[in-house]
């Protein structure tokens, strides 16, 4: 098992730039494949990026693309994503998830989720 923590989340103005981190605990993190996601409020659950299981692989959803970066530090057991450019539209609740196998844009096939962080951007 993994638990999953999200940290970093704020109030920005459009333009501006976070750094949301995500600390998993275990010594299985490394097996695991990891995403963001965010849900707005009265919207759906959405994905946002995800790494495979050494970082080499990312994947992004379009609106993000050029603008948001994952990463991750298997060694500390962190995964990470830098927005850029942020815009009034990306204000969410942020989760990281996690899912053995390879990454998915899907929220249901991830199997650990964090609590979420709450990203606002004023306009």
């Known amino acids: 098992q993994v638990q999953l923590v999200e940290s970093g989340g704020g109030l920005v103005q459009a333009g501006g730039s976070l750094r949301l981190s995500c600390a998993a605990s275990g010594r299985t993190f490394s097996r695991y494949s990891m995403g963001w996601f965010r849900q707005a409020p009265g919207k759906e659950r959405e994905f946002v990026a995800a790494c495979g299981r050494s970082g080499g692989a990312t994947y992004y959803t379009d609106s993000v693309k050029g603008r948001f970066t994952i990463s991750r530090g298997n060694a500390e057991n962190m995964v990470y994503l830098e927005m850029n450019s942020l815009k009034p539209e990306d204000t969410a609740v942020y989760y990281c998830?996690?899912?053995?196998?390879?990454?998915?844009?899907?929220?249901?096939?991830?199997?650990?989720w964090g609590q979420g962080t709450q990203v606002t951007v004023s306009s």
């Open positions: 998830a996690a899912k053995t196998g390879t990454p998915d844009t899907l929220s249901t096939v991830y199997n650990y």
